[in-house]
């Protein structure tokens, strides 16, 4: 219409577009190039999770201590309220049940902050959103990120946790590495799919706390689900120890805990721990990467 | 010289809609909240914006163009939806290469160091680590932060507002581009930094294929633009060389 006369005069848009290789704007690109240009942002991402991470206490006068004491407080907490006010150490000693618990608090605060911060990763960084152009799922990814790095400093505690109740460094501390692969594994998948919704519908914000607190009581984190369910019907416990928060946190006891043995673990542990992982970072991947060209709309 | 017309930018009767929740007109009490959602259906409780509505235009190689128009005329609208960043809700953009905003605020951290947010910009802006070693010392020399002792070193937090300002653009300037936009860019710091960073654009012109540039300010339209957009409500009300719609513009404004 206002265009200036020109060789290509009476060309449509698009045909114009065709005749010297423009393309569309903001398209999504295909799967395989969406993982390359995620890749080509390795160092965005790590760069990111930890900016996060060192942001979080900066104004702190104690600084980065806050990163250990923050969850050393909380496994305090818990203990306080579960271990002897409540009791809820049935069925174990005192020396298998503090670090069964904090083992539960960390692994399974893990998985809940991820999701939190899947939910705002992109409705809480719109701004950033839209003003520069980078594969969508970097965000998402990184906030897990930053959850991974904040549970290595919880380790610290736990590992101080368990040899003081006794359990010393032995073979199997070794698994820690595999379980916590796979934990980050579902956890990013988790976190891309809440970032999705999250997107859609910000209202998941207010909604999220009660669904993880819900899981959190399903999932065992203070007391054993076969002793706790003793008498009930069979399948319940069952749905409950295969659920995913379940199983990693089993698995951390198993590899952490010397009384808490594999009698303690459901069958077939390690492939539904993979499988939990696998199916929902793919899934996780494909369905956040589904609707790459919408974020960022207000 | 009509074959050295080659389009770097195509708009094709572009419409841009944002959606803003909860800004509803009317109540915005709970229980209006409430029977909201109870009565569902489309969208309710959902404001449209229809900030940018059926812009065509093709910008070509070597152009510098401006773009003009009240507050609230839909210019940064615009400029976020050729680079990509906002969805269009009809029409369609085409470009060539990937536009990108001279803007990365939005990656910086203001509990960070300025030397960690060099960083962190230059990786937010696609550079990769090597680029940003490389250009760490040029990027900042340019903002002039340590001209006034080790300032780099602190949390952003602790800079003027003049200087977190000029470390933003020079770590926004620092990366070369096909087609730049720039939104406003030229209002920041002090008249020596204001004239440091109109050269820096006039270079970053010559190294881009095209360039956009809003602005309120019509000298610095003058001084580097040779077509002018002219955006009202959202509407595209004349496209041409700068004098002649400058001239229109300011018949317009009441100047």
């Known amino acids: ?298 | 010289m009509a074959e050295a017309l080659i389009p770097t930018v195509i708009a094709d009767e572009l419409h841009i809609v944002y959606r803003v929740n909860g800004a509803k007109t009317g109540k915005g009490s709970a229980t209006a909240a409430l029977s909201r959602i109870i009565k569902r259906g489309e969208e309710r409780g959902v404001r449209k914006v229809h900030a940018v509505r059926g812009v065509s235009f093709t910008s070509y190689r070597g152009e510098a163009i401006g773009l003009i128009g009240s507050n609230g005329s839909g210019k940064s609208t615009l400029l976020r939806a050729i680079a990509g960043l906002l969805p269009a809700e009809k029409g369609k953009v085409y470009t060539d290469g990937q536009p990108s905003l001279l803007g990365v605020n939005a990656a910086l951290m203001n509990d960070l160091t300025g030397e960690r947010n060099v960083i962190l910009g230059g990786l937010a802006m696609g550079m990769s680590r090597e680029q940003i070693r490389e250009r760490y010392q040029e990027i900042v020399d340019f903002s002039g932060i340590n001209e006034k002792g080790d300032f780099i070193t602190l949390p952003m937090r602790t800079y003027s507002s003049g200087m977190a300002a000029r470390l933003r653009f020079s770590i926004a300037a620092a990366k070369d581009h096909d087609v730049l936009m720039i939104d406003e860019a030229l209002a920041t710091g002090d008249r020596k930094f204001q004239k440091r960073s109109e050269a820096r654009i006039r270079e970053l012109r010559k190294e881009a294929g095209t360039v956009f540039l809003v602005s309120h300010n019509n000298k610095s339209i003058r001084d580097t633009c040779d077509r002018v957009l002219w955006l009202e409500r959202g509407e595209l009300r004349m496209d041409g060389p700068t004098e002649d719609v400058l001239k229109e513009y300011e018949k317009f404004t009441g100047k």
């Open chain 1, 1 to 298: 219409m206002s265009d200036r006369p020109s060789p290509d005069e009476g060309l449509s848009a698009a045909e114009l577009a065709a005749k010297y290789g423009l393309a569309v704007s903001g398209a999504r690109p295909g799967l395989g190039e969406y993982v390359r240009q995620l890749w080509g942002r390795r160092h965005f991402i790590l760069a990111f999770s930890q900016a996060k991470l060192t942001a979080q206490y900066s104004q702190a006068k104690l600084g980065q201590l806050w990163q250990v004491a923050t969850p050393l407080l909380n496994a305090l907490v818990y203990f306080l309220v579960f271990g002897l006010i409540l009791g809820a150490d049935k069925g174990m000693g005192q020396e298998v049940y503090i670090p069964f618990l904090v083992t539960g608090v960390f692994v399974f605060t893990f998985t809940q902050s991820s999701v939190m911060a899947g939910v705002r990763a992109i409705s809480g960084n719109l701004g950033l959103v839209r003003a520069l152009h980078f594969p969508r799922a970097s965000l998402p990814i990184s906030f897990s990120l930053q959850q991974l790095q904040q549970l290595l400093f919880s380790m610290i505690v736990l590992f101080i946790v368990a040899v003081a109740f006794g359990s010393y460094p032995r073979l199997s501390w070794v698994l820690i590495l595999p379980v916590l692969a796979l934990q980050f594994l579902f956890n990013t998948g988790l976190a891309m799919i809440m970032a999705r919704m999250g997107a859609k519908t910000p209202d998941l914000a207010q909604l999220m706390p009660f669904v993880m607190r819900t899981w959190m009581y399903a999932s065992g984190v203070m007391f054993s689900i076969p002793i706790m369910l003793k008498g009930k019907p069979e399948w319940i416990a069952d749905v409950l120890q295969w659920n995913p928060a379940a199983i990693y946190m089993d698995l951390m006891r198993f590899a952490l805990i010397d009384g808490y043995g594999s009698e303690n673990l459901p069958p077939h542990v390690w492939a539904v721990a993979g499988g939990w992982a696998v199916l929902v970072a793919l899934g996780g991947f494909v369905y956040f990467w589904k609707a790459e060209e919408r974020y960022g709309r207000g």
